[in-house]
């Protein structure tokens, strides 16, 4: 393997990603995630208590307390950030002028695997220099840069390494490189995250230690030995996230990770998982065989759900699909469904199935179970409405139709809307008849999450980025069932009008967003 060839793929991959516009937008959000995170003492809030007394607002608390939060999001976003990698290189023609090159596979997907680490090394670096300068503004000691280097690193060393290891090998892997594989990675993030932390006890020691990718089992026993000599309490009550402290007790001084050959060792083992990911990936490459690039790519004729739906062909001829189309906004719109049912079949039967289910199950299964399902199948079935066009390089003939244009991003949110209600309305005549403000919910949810498809569709270029967030805000959702403030589609029966109202603007200002960015990008083609 040349070394050289490896950083030249590498060094490559890092500038495209960053003249991105979304990776402008993903360093803004982190600068607002670090003033959100560490809350100000004034207002009664506080970032990491132990047996009710709150943690001095030192490098070491801050350092691990930002730590765990920033796992748990890389450990989700990071991998939707960086798995389009190789299928660009499909898309822009590059990996076929790859292919004819003596570049070897395993010099190719290295180069790939240390780009992906090195950008998002890059977002973590960011991150901590936000979170240090938010100790500078509310802090209560000097700040300690190597304190925030060894954390992070041990911390945040393995989730980098491994997330992006995740990340190549689903774009290899034949069944993992589409819709399906995206939706297949939460549940690997929920594994690899709630496994660790439920037997952080015995992982501390044992070895489950060596599996704790996102560090969990690390961050939680980090602060415990301390804890216990200083309370006396072989089980101190540990919590990190913002929550409210008694001012009357005083402040807990964390004095850092205690280090050991095991806590390196474990650690190391951890971001060790990368290899057998990287051979699977190796063994898998395609290496943009035109014969098989098609189902490598998640494609709409070789995708696992296109396979599962071919047996649906007879019905989906029934209702004639091609014959809605047509021109005028509401034809346009109509089109948009039409395209998504012909592309996958699965979506029909999907919708028919949920509105068998909305009539047969029960009010509690129709909230808990049948609505959270609905709406992971939403995020599959409408992330790609946005972004097909460019990837079937049929974008720049639609724009040469007159009134097309300007009618797509508008046609492309009222298509995602028609499928989203498609989902949800049987269970929206339900809930009308049980509980009219739930309803609401759910009407407002369906319109958010069809303005959310398109909008970050539009915008990243990618249905990365929409499946990512839509995925781990579900997952806060489904853990949440009592905050008012999550329960988005009022399947929870938690929210208030004020949350309607803030979830009908966002759905809003994610419909302008998308239209927003279409016209950019259409100056953007005309200058």
């Given at each position: ?5 490896v ?16 990776s402008?937008?993903?360093?803004v959000?982190l600068c607002i ?5 560490v ?27 930002t ?9 989700m ?5 960086i ?35 090195a ?15 938010m100790?500078?503004l ?13 954390i ?16 190549l090998?689903?774009e ?22 709630t ?5 952080a006890?015995?992982?501390?020691s ?16 980090a ?16 919590s990190?996230?913002?929550?409210r ?15 050991s ?22 063994l ?13 790519t ?9 396979r ?9 001829r ?21 395209l ?68 797509s991003?508008?046609?492309k ?9 498609a ?13 009219p ?13 069809a ?6 569709g539009?915008?990243?270029r ?52 998308a ?13």
């Amino acid at each position: 393997m040349t070394v050289r060839r490896v950083l030249a793929v590498a060094r490559t991959d890092v500038r495209v990603r960053m003249a991105r516009g979304s990776s402008a937008a993903l360093l803004v959000a982190l600068c607002i995630l670090a003033y959100v995170i560490v809350p100000d003492l004034s207002t009664g809030r506080a970032l990491m208590q132990v047996n009710g007394h709150r943690a001095l607002y030192n490098s070491a608390t801050i350092a691990l307390a930002t730590s765990s939060l920033c796992a748990v999001l890389l450990g989700m976003l990071g991998f939707y950030l960086i798995s389009n990698t190789i299928r660009r290189d499909i898309v822009t023609r590059t990996g076929f002028v790859v292919a004819s090159t003596p570049v070897r596979n395993a010099e190719y997907l290295a180069g790939k695997l240390l780009g992906s680490i090195a950008f998002l090394t890059l977002v973590v670096l960011v991150y901590i220099v936000n979170v240090m300068a938010m100790q500078l503004l509310r802090g209560e000691a000097p700040i300690e840069p190597l304190r925030y280097a060894t954390i992070f690193l041990a911390a945040m060393g393995p989730a980098v390494v491994v997330v992006a290891g995740f990340a190549l090998m689903f774009e290899c892997v034949y069944p993992l490189s589409g819709r399906f594989g995206d939706i297949a990675y939460f549940f690997v993030w929920v594994m690899l995250l709630t496994i660790p932390a439920s037997t952080a006890e015995a992982i501390g020691s044992g070895v489950g230690s060596y599996f704790d990718v996102f560090g969990i089992a690390f961050l939680i026993n980090a602060s415990k030995p301390q804890a216990i000599a200083d309370f006396h309490n072989v089980h101190p009550e540990v919590s990190i996230g913002s929550s409210r402290f008694d001012p009357a007790q005083i402040p807990w001084r964390f004095d850092g990770v205690k280090w050991s050959w095991h806590v390196v060792g474990t650690r190391a083992a951890s971001a060790a998982l990368v290899i057998p990911l990287f051979v699977i990936a190796w063994l898998a490459f395609a290496r943009f065989d035109p014969a098989r690039v098609k189902g490598s790519t998640g494609g709409a004729r070789g995708s696992v759900l296109a396979r599962i739906g071919a047996p649906l062909a007879p019905l989906v001829r029934a209702v004639r699909p091609e014959s809605w189309a047509g021109p005028g906004l509401a034809r346009m719109a109509l089109g948009e469904i039409a395209l998504t049912i012909m592309l996958y079949p699965t979506v029909l039967a999907a919708a028919l199935a949920t509105a068998i289910a909305g009539v047969v199950v029960r009010e509690h299964a129709l909230r808990s179970a049948l609505l959270p399902i609905v709406f992971v199948a939403l995020v599959a079935a409408l992330a790609e409405i946005p972004t097909r066009d460019r990837a079937a390089r049929v974008d720049a003939i639609r724009s040469g139709i007159p009134r097309t244009r300007r009618l797509s991003v508008p046609a492309k949110l009222l298509g995602a809307l028609g499928l989203a209600l498609a989902f949800v309305i049987v269970p929206l005549a339900r809930m009308i008849a049980t509980s009219p403000r739930d309803a609401l919910s759910l009407g407002i949810g369906a319109a958010l999450i069809a303005s959310a498809a398109v909008g970050m569709g539009t915008l990243a270029r990618t249905p990365k980025l929409f499946a990512g967030i839509s995925m781990l805000y579900l997952y806060i959702v489904m853990s949440s069932p009592h905050a008012a403030d999550f329960d988005f589609a009022g399947w929870n029966g938690a929210a208030t009008d004020g949350v309607r109202v803030a979830y009908f603007v966002a759905a809003i200002a994610l419909a302008g967003i998308a239209v927003l960015a279409e016209w950019l990008g259409g100056r953007a083609e005309r200058s």
